[in-house]
């Protein structure tokens, strides 16, 4: 296999949801890219993207964690993540957060420097689709996954992150793999954040809805670039016993005869 | 009920049109539980879902014939920023040009003073009741209340909020008040109701829609030719005309600006354009975006006072009730770009469980999240819920006519709403875990008493030692929010920043020095 990334330094954001739930999603991308020839590190220094904070309204605490963000990450020409919904926060909100920071009249120099930095390198990050194709040029990453896949594309990968059909093309790549078309793809499965357990009826009843489309198309995984919405319809898909197992496009792509 | 509420409520004869549901809209109960109590009724959400996916599909194939849809959007926007910042100048320049073309101008701080205008007049023009062309406005500042109280009966005549009246009930729509309510229940509204308010419902009659559209015609004809007062709402407002324009369906409003000798329009400050051209803009934007129609089947404009013809009599109310507030907030202002075509709320996936109903505000879903607080303030609980009935999917956001950035507003009022808790005496359990966590996420060295703690949990229950993620059914309460339908993964018995460490010390550094992963790969039976 050819090694796009060789002589790239690429800096692993793992994210909270996964480093604590679900390690298996930050591995995978650990080994595609360095399958790539990358060379993989993960800064201990990072903790979470600080969205959970921030979308709830609780913006200090989304600050704290821009500032492990960037510390972790600053000396890296890439940051690479396993969640677009992170990503996103990263390119969105960081920048916006730093701002609200310098925003005091007590701003400190330091404070504005924090702005710059994090402006910067919320260019720098990408989800793991994003630097596939965009960074290392590659589409098959030799993965083989003989099963049944429908693919969620989560709401922030499509409308924070902008990774378009970028996963379905990585899919669409892999030996072996069949490929079934989701009902009702688009729409939301209710995750939200913290909006799943403030508003936690309105929040099953939209993942019921998601799941009842996952099980009609008889596949055996279900894949999304997002652990975190995984876990909500996974959940559900689990407690009703449904045969569907939830799986991270990194797992997919990391596949190989080899391994 | 609330003591406050002055309203009458029974349904008794000394109405003289049917009473809405009791209470105020600001005592409703915040936005869970009053989903909940939606989410019940699943009547509604067969009859949204089936509503909802129709006008989704027309507006879809309606937007993919225009080549130049995003420009339009860009160009929509770009004259709403010029016309707010602004928004003063136009405002005294629409009223002037009213003025010279014969109309009263009325301006209102807020709803009440609104209402006084409105009853004022209709009582100076000699009536004890009026006809309404359908208005967001009027139902924002419960004008038809105030006028019953002022012995005035306000008959709506838009059919779908003829239901609404007659079914002592509220719009849950901007566009299709009655959506929550299917052809039997609008049929046996019809045959109870309109007997008691004017020209009954026919015998025999049926929920086939063409009998149901007849019996409304039929119900609403003597009330359009007694009325000699009339009100409306305005799609837009021309400044540099003075023109005001509404756009409609059912020909209703054409009667209600035409037939009466007195026309009070009642404006929110926010729709005045500019320039007639700008019209050519919305024109395009908003059928389309609404009912999914390439043209709406009625249009009328109107310039102040054509001698001999029309109302003679024309007044214009200018309402703020809650405007330059939101106006003067930097982030939350672009919610007054809104040109209530209602696209937002029909492929808003929350908006489409639970309804209009659940909101306790006259705009619903995405708009009615980010505008209703901005209105009233966040004083009242349903206020400060409602940022927080969203996902933040952004569904919104790809169909907005006018490019409102929906999660920034929604972020920012929460922020709001997070800020007022912090302030409260009272402890919340949301400033409590928010505090906590965020504490502990905030430096790499607590983080990882978080990591050591979960991978604690995660060896003592064995979890993903064979391979397999193993799941919680059960957690105690709040977790239950969760829990009540979906298991939760037990955590990884090694973290991955753990393994990782474990990987770096070890020689080789391949990534398969990682333990096996945690994913559930078992087979069930
Ligand atoms: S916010 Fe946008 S999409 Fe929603 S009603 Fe207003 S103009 Fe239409």
Redesign the interface.
């Known amino acids: 296999m050819n090694q796009p990334g060789k002589g790239m330094r690429v800096g692993l954001f ?1 994210t ?1 949801v ?7 999603a ?3 991308v ?2 595609i890219l ?1 399958r790539l020839g990358c060379e993989v590190i ?1 800064p ?5 993207c ?1 969205q ?11 600050l ?2 821009v ?2 963000y960037v510390e ?1 990450f600053d000396g890296f020409d890439y940051v690479v993540s396993p969640s677009a919904s992170c990503i996103g926060s990263v390119r969105e ?1 960081h920048p916006m957060l730093a701002e609200q920071g310098t925003g005091s009249t007590h701003a400190s120099r330091h404070d504005r420097a924090l702005l710059q930095r994090a402006r910067r390198l919320a260019e720098r990050s990408y989800d793991l689709s994003e630097f596939l194709i965009d960074i290392l040029g590659v589409v098959d990453v030799g993965a083989v996954f003989p099963h049944k896949v429908t693919y969620h594309p989560t ?2 990968s ?3 992150a902008h990774v378009g059909d970028r996963p379905l093309r990585l899919l669409r790549a892999v030996r072996g793999l069949q490929l079934i078309d989701l009902p009702d793809a ?3 499965c ?20 998601k799941a009842h489309n996952i099980i009609a198309t008889g596949a055996d995984y279900v894949v999304a670039g997002d652990n975190a919405c995984l ?2 319809f ?3 898909l ?2 009703d ?1 449904a ?1 569907v ?4 496009l990194a ?1 997919i792509l990391a596949e190989s005869r080899t ?1 | 009920m609330n003591a406050t509420t002055t309203r009458v409520t029974s349904r008794d004869a000394a109405r003289l049109t049917p009473a809405p549901p009791p209470g105020l809209l600001e005592d409703s109960p915040v936005f869970p539980i009053a989903a909940k109590r939606e989410l019940a009724n699943s009547q509604l959400r067969n009859n949204l879902a089936r509503a909802t996916e129709t006008i989704r599909t027309k507006r879809a194939i309606r937007v993919a014939e225009v080549p130049r849809w995003e420009d339009l959007r860009t160009a929509a926007e770009a004259i709403k920023n010029a016309t707010l910042r602004h928004l003063d100048d136009y405002l005294l320049q629409a009223e002037a040009n009213l003025i010279k073309a014969g109309a009263h101008v009325h301006w209102a701080r807020d709803a009440a003073q609104a209402d006084q205008i409105v009853v004022d007049l209709v009582k100076a023009s000699g009536v004890d009741e009026i006809v309404k062309v359908k208005s967001m406005v009027t139902q924002e500042i419960e004008m038809n209340e105030a006028l019953e109280a002022a012995g005035v009966a306000a008959w709506e005549t838009d059919l779908a909020e003829l239901i609404v009246q007659l079914g002592h009930d509220r719009p849950s729509h901007v566009l299709v008040p009655a959506i929550h309510r299917n052809r039997a229940e609008i049929r046996d509204i019809f045959v109870e109701e309109m007997g008691r308010y004017g020209t009954p419902a026919p015998d025999g009659l049926t929920d086939d829609p063409a009998e149901l559209t007849a019996a409304a015609r039929q119900h609403l004809r003597d009330k359009f030719l007694r009325a000699r007062t009339s009100t409306s709402g305005g799609n837009f407002l021309v400044a540099d005309t003075g023109t005001l324009v509404v756009v409609e369906s059912e020909g209703n409003g054409r009667m209600c600006v035409t037939l009466p000798d007195t026309l009070i329009s009642v404006v929110g400050i926010e729709k005045v354009v500019p320039t007639f051209e700008d019209l050519e803009v919305f024109m395009q934007l908003l059928p389309r975006s609404s009912t999914g129609e390439r043209m709406n089947p009625y249009t009328s404009m109107w310039t102040g006072v054509t001698p001999g013809d029309g109302p003679q009599n024309v007044h214009v109310v200018l309402v703020d009730n809650g405007r330059t507030k939101a106006l003067a907030d930097p982030i939350g202002r672009q919610a007054l770009r809104c040109i209530r075509c209602s696209a937002c709320m029909n492929v808003c996936p929350i908006y489409g469980h639970v309804g209009g109903h659940a909101y306790g505000s006259v705009y619903p879903g995405p708009i009615g999240i980010i505008l209703t607080p901005q209105l009233r303030g966040m004083s009242a609980p349903v206020d400060r819920s409602l940022p927080y009935a969203s996902t933040l999917c952004g569904a919104c956001v790809d169909v907005c006519p006018v490019k409102i950035n929906f999660p920034e507003v929604i972020v920012h009022l929460r922020h709001k709403a997070a800020d007022l808790k912090k302030a409260d005496r009272r402890p919340h359990m949301e400033t409590l875990v928010m505090g906590v966590v965020g504490w502990l996420f905030g430096r790499e060295s607590r983080y990882t008493w978080v990591t050591t703690a979960s991978g604690l949990v995660g060896r003592v229950l064995k979890a993903g030692l064979d391979g397999r993620q193993k799941f919680f059914g059960w957690l105690p309460w709040p977790a239950t929010r969760w829990s009540q339908a979906r298991d939760l993964p037990i955590p990884a018995s090694q973290p991955f920043r753990r393994q990782w460490k474990k990987r770096s010390s070890s020689p080789g550094r391949t990534p398969e020095g990682l333990s096996s992963h945690d994913r559930d790969t078992e087979v069930r039976p």
């Not at chain 1, 909006?195 to 809805?209: E, H």
């Open positions: 793992a909270c996964n480093d604590i739930m679900f390690p298996s930050p591995k995978a650990a080994t360095e993960f201990t220094a990072q903790t979470c600080g959970m904070f921030t979308n709830t309204g609780y913006f200090s605490a989304g704290a964690t500032r492990t972790a909100q709401c922030h499509l409308r924070v688009y729409t939301c209710g995750f939200g954040g913290t909006f799943c357990v403030k508003n936690p009826d309105v929040s099953v009843a939209m993942a019921s809805a876990m909500n996974g959940g559900l689990h407690r016993r045969s197992k939830p799986i991270h797992e391994s």
